[in-house]
């Protein structure tokens, strides 16, 4: 298995331009989330996903937009990308909801530079 | 809402020492608790949680973590360090309400491991 992956690795943007981070999971969960890590802040939820078809906003889902027509897929879009974007993003799954103590499977990280 | 402080930034050790990094949580509700670990260039992977029983967690590396309620604590010790463990230890909370509504996980900000030979 796998288990999480994300495309690409690494980006470099202008601001203006936009782009698309794809994640993959071949767990077979039914939860995907999508991060954004910053120094000293941890971890930030954007958007999450407790099922095909369905998106939820996180507490920083300003400037990005996801989709989950798959299963296993979790995109995540920059439609117009800004220099306060500059992060390292992280997609994660888990089989059931975390707020009952389910683990979270991550990926590897997009490391995302506008400038 | 809940929230998770970890209260170092950055934990400097020689090899073979003993370490302790600090987290704590303001609840007023059950929760769950996670030590995420970050090695560099890698997503963050579960080391252990608590979820009920035993206070008392440990990992098959060789940590453990103590919940103490009524301190709001998990901090994680290991009794002696190695190089590899060198990487970015992440404290999380996990609980049904507090969290905005949202699904998700309430991480610290983070402990820098460095283990110095």
């Known amino acids: 298995n796998a288990g999480v992956t994300q495309t690409p690795k690494f980006r470099v943007l202008k601001t203006g331009q936009s782009m698309t981070l794809l994640c993959a999971q071949d767990?077979?969960?039914?939860?995907m989330y999508w991060y954004r890590q910053d120094p000293g802040m941890g971890l930030r939820l954007i958007h999450y996903?407790?099922?095909?078809?369905?998106?939820a906003k996180g507490e920083v889902p300003d400037g990005y937009n996801v989709s989950r027509l798959k299963k296993q897929n979790f995109l995540l879009g920059l439609e117009s990308a800004a220099p306060s974007q500059t992060s390292v993003y992280f997609c994660?799954?888990?089989?059931?909801?975390?707020?009952?103590?389910?683990?979270?499977?991550f990926g590897p990280g997009t490391r995302l530079l506008v400038l | 809402a809940q929230s998770v402080t970890q209260l170092d930034s950055q934990v400097p050790v020689f090899e073979e020492a003993p370490v302790e990094l600090r987290c704590n949580y303001s609840?007023?509700?059950?929760?769950?608790l996670f030590w995420y670990v970050q090695y560099p260039n890698q997503g963050l992977q579960l080391l252990l949680k608590?979820?009920?029983?035993?206070?008392l967690v440990e990992s098959i590396n060789g940590f453990e973590a103590e919940f103490n309620k009524s301190q709001t604590s998990f901090h994680l010790r290991k009794p002696s360090v190695h190089i590899s463990d060198t990487a970015e230890y992440f404290c999380?909370?996990?609980?049904?309400?507090?969290?905005?509504?949202?699904?998700?996980?309430?991480f610290g900000a983070g402990t820098r491991l460095a283990v110095h030979p």
């Open positions: 996903s407790v099922g095909e078809g369905t998106t």
């Open positions: 609840s007023s509700v059950s929760v769950y």
């Open positions: 999380a909370v996990s609980t049904l309400e507090g969290t905005g509504g949202y699904n998700k996980l309430i």
């Open positions: 608590y979820l009920s029983g035993s206070t």
């Open positions: 994660a799954s888990s089989d059931r909801d975390v707020r009952v103590g389910e683990t979270q499977y």
């Open positions: 767990m077979n969960h039914e939860y």
